[in-house]
């Protein structure tokens, strides 16, 4: 089973690297593949470029074998002329390379707040499961009649390759990329939040000094 889990990472930080590592231990996952986003299409646009947000995550993710970089979204944007990078585009070229694996796709709950606005959501269901990593106590109850009938516990995903909603507890690491790129335009050392490494880069290349 391969884990999937998307983001801006500007920069990458411990409340992704935690959540990635905690899933690929609890679902027995062969690998997490972290996937940069090169035009996300439901935000503002990054603060800095694809390749220092890449360099980033490298350094970030340098000891952890089982965690990996898939740039697919950084290759399409410079093949297809900066077309927004869409999930469901990126969830059907894993499926074409991975055409009987168990997919996951991690979203936290924020996210998963606004997945119905996603491109052809729906569709994400055709190419993998979802899951979402949960603050204890979060309820499930509210959720339409779409979703209820997806879903599924961890340990019924490694029996489909793809279609089930899952919500998973996760350590929670109140850390968000904003709050970090706001620590350093006002100067203050956002240490502990993100490897030292990604610190230094930071630095080296005087990124976020300007809001
Ligand atoms: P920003 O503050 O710029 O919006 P972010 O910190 O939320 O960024 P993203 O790169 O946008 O990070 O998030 C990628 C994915 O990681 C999303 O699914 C998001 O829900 C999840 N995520 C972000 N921060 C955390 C965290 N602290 N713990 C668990 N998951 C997180």
Redesign the pocket.
Known sequence: MIGI??????P?????L??ALEVKGIFGLDEVRLIP?ANPPH?EQPAVTADMRLQMLELAIKNQPGLKIDTRELDRYQESEQAPSFMVDTLKSLRQEFPAEPLLL??????FKHLTGWHQWQRLFDYAHIVV?TRPGFETQALDDFFKARLAGAKELAQATAGKLCFQQ?T??????????DMIARKLNPGFLLPDAVIEYIKQHQLYETR
């Open positions: 889990f998307g983001g801006t990472f500007d990458v930080h411990y409340g992704h935690r959540s986003c935000r991690f979203i936290g709950s924020d996210a990593m996760v929670q690491l109140d850390i968000s990329a904003t709050a970090i790129r």
